[in-house]
C-alpha cells in the first residue's frame, strides 16, 4: 500500500487549494478525484463565482475575505494568470432586508469602503440595473469574481510543480481512519496516510455519513443571455451583485467568457437529493425563473438564451460551512459543504484545511464551521 502524509479527497474548488498548500510544505501528498480534473457535474463549473467583502450573511466572514483574497493574488502570480477580476459588488434590495443591512452591518463594522445607493442612483451610476423604487443599494469597490474554473486548475497545477500526486477518475469508497493512520479505497486501490482531507462537495455524506442529516444537495441552474445592449453589461460597467426581491435572491455578473450577462436563483427550483439523481439537464422551466429576475432588475439584459448550466449547493440548516475534524477520527479534516457561497473562500481554505491536517489547529477563527454545532450524529462524528 502506497503511503502519503495527506490524502485530499475531491479535487474541486477547496480540495485543490488544500493539495496545492500542502504540496509547497513539501509534505507527500495525493488528490483524488472520481471524474475529470475540471469537470461539469460538481459545485464549481460555470466559468466564476462571486467575490465579495461586504458579507452579509456573517461580518465574521471578512478576516477570512482579506486572506482569501491575498492568496488568490499569490495564486494568478505564481500561475501566470488572472484568476480575480474586480468588478465591485452590489447587494440590494428592500432598506431593511438582510442583504442590505447585513452587507451595512461588515462594511461599518470592518471599516470598508462603500457607498448606500438609493435605486435611482444605482441606475444612473450602473444603467444595467433597474432596481425597483424603494430599493437601496450598497456598492463596496473590491467585490467582483474569482475565473473558478481556472482557478481549480491553477492550484491543480501549482499543487503538481510542487510535488503532488494527482489521481483523477478515481472514486474513493470508504475511508478507514484508526490507530493514528487513515486507509483510504478506492475503485482501484488501497491508500494509506497520516491525515486525510474529505472534501467532496455534494457528495460528502457518502463518505461522511454523520454530516448526511445536515449537508443536503441541492440543484442550482445558471443562465447566461445575450443583453439588447452588451456594453451595459460589461466588467468595469456592471458590478456583481446579490438582490434580495420578493420573486426570489438573484446573483448577477458581468458577460466574461461567454459573450452573455449571467445570472443564478438562490435555492432555485428548491430541487434536493442525492448529487447522483439530480438533473444535469436545464429545462424551460429553470430558464423562466431566470428570466423572471432579469424582467424585473435587468430588463435590458432580457435577451436570447446563450447557455444554462445545472450545478449543485450542498446546504447546512445554518448556511455557514463545515469546516473541522471528525469527531473520534481526529485525522480526517472534513471540509464544505459551503451552502452556496463557498468558492470565493477556497483559496484560504486551502490554508486552513493544511493547517488542521498538519498542526490540528488553525490561527482563522472557524467557530463558525465547527460540527459540534449540529448536535446529533454529525456531532459524535466516530467512522468516517
Ligand atoms: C450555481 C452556483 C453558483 C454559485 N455561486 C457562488 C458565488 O457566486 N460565489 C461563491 O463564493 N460561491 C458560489 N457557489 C458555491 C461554490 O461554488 C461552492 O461552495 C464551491 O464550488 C464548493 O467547492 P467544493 O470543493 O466543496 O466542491 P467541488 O468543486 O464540487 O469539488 C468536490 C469534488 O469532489 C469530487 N468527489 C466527490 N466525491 C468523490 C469521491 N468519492 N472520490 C473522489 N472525488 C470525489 C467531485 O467530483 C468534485 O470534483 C455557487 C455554487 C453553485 C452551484
Known sequence: MKRYDTIVIGIGGMGSAALWQLARRGRRVLGIERFDLGHAMGSSHGLNRIIRLSYFEHPDYVPLLRRAY?????????AGEQLLFVTGSIDGGAEQSRVVQGSLRACRLHDLPHELLTAAEAARRFPGYRLPRGYAAVYQPDGG??????????HAALAVAEGAEIHGREKVVAIEPGQGRVVVVTDRGRYEAGTVIAAPGAWISDLVPA????????????????????????????????VLTEIGHFYQFPAWGIPGFKIGLY???????HADALSREPTPADEEALRRGIRLLFPEADGPTLRLAACLFTNTPDEHFVVDRLPGAPEVVVASPCSGHGFKFASVMGEILADLATDGTSRMDLSLFGIGRFGGTAAEGGKA
Open 145 to 154: 469574481f474569482v475565473a473558478s474554473e481556472r482557478a481549480i486548475l491553477a
Open 70 to 78: 491575498a492568496l488568490w493574488r499569490e495564486a494568478e502570480r505564481l
Open 267 to 273: 435555492n432555485h427550483l428548491r430541487e434536493h437529493g
Open 211 to 242: 454530516l448526511g442529516p445536515v449537508a443536503v444537495p441541492e440543484r442550482q441552474v445558471l443562465g447566461w443571455f445575450l443583453p439588447r445592449d452588451p456594453a451595459l453589461f460589461a466588467p468595469g460597467i456592471f458590478p456583481v451583485s446579490n
